[in-house]
């Protein structure tokens, strides 16, 4: 069973940056995935930010480009991995939940819906102030 913690929420001012981490357990050293960070909004709909794959892959949402940074790394002590979210300049409008989760192959990288992922963290927030 995989199991996912997010870490590093907080509130800056437009302009910063943010560090999210994700401590995920249970995904299987030498096993094909996924790893996706999602954010919902109040009153809106869940969106894919980021998300990266177990070949190295890396996809961005377009308002998000050039700003977040996705990476996985693993812990060689336990094989848990880590899946940070560094986000700079952030903005008013990237205030949201933000989620992280884990998925199948196929088509789970370019999944922005996060249908094609199974396992999700509990959330932390971010809040961007102007």
């Known amino acids: 069973q995989v199991h996912l913690v997010e870490s590093g929420g907080g509130s800056v001012q437009t302009g910063g940056s943010l560090r999210l981490s994700c401590a995920a357990s249970?995904?299987?050293?030498?096993?094909?995935?996924?790893m996706g960070w999602f954010r919902q909004a109040p009153g809106k709909e869940r969106e894919g930010v980021a998300t990266a794959d177990s070949a190295g892959s890396a996809t961005y949402a377009d308002s998000v480009k050039g700003r977040f940074t996705i990476s996985i790394s693993r812990d060689r002590d336990n094989d848990n991995l880590t899946v940070t979210l560094q986000m700079n300049s952030l903005k008013p409008e990237d205030t949201a939940i933000y989620f992280c989760?884990?998925?199948?192959?196929?088509?789970?990288?370019?999944?922005?819906?996060?249908?094609?992922?199974?396992?999700w963290g509990q959330g932390t927030q971010v809040t961007v102030s102007s």
């Open positions: 989760a884990a998925g199948l192959p196929p088509f789970c990288l370019r999944d922005y819906s996060g249908q094609r992922y199974n396992f």
């Open positions: 249970g995904v299987a050293v030498g096993s094909r995935h996924c």
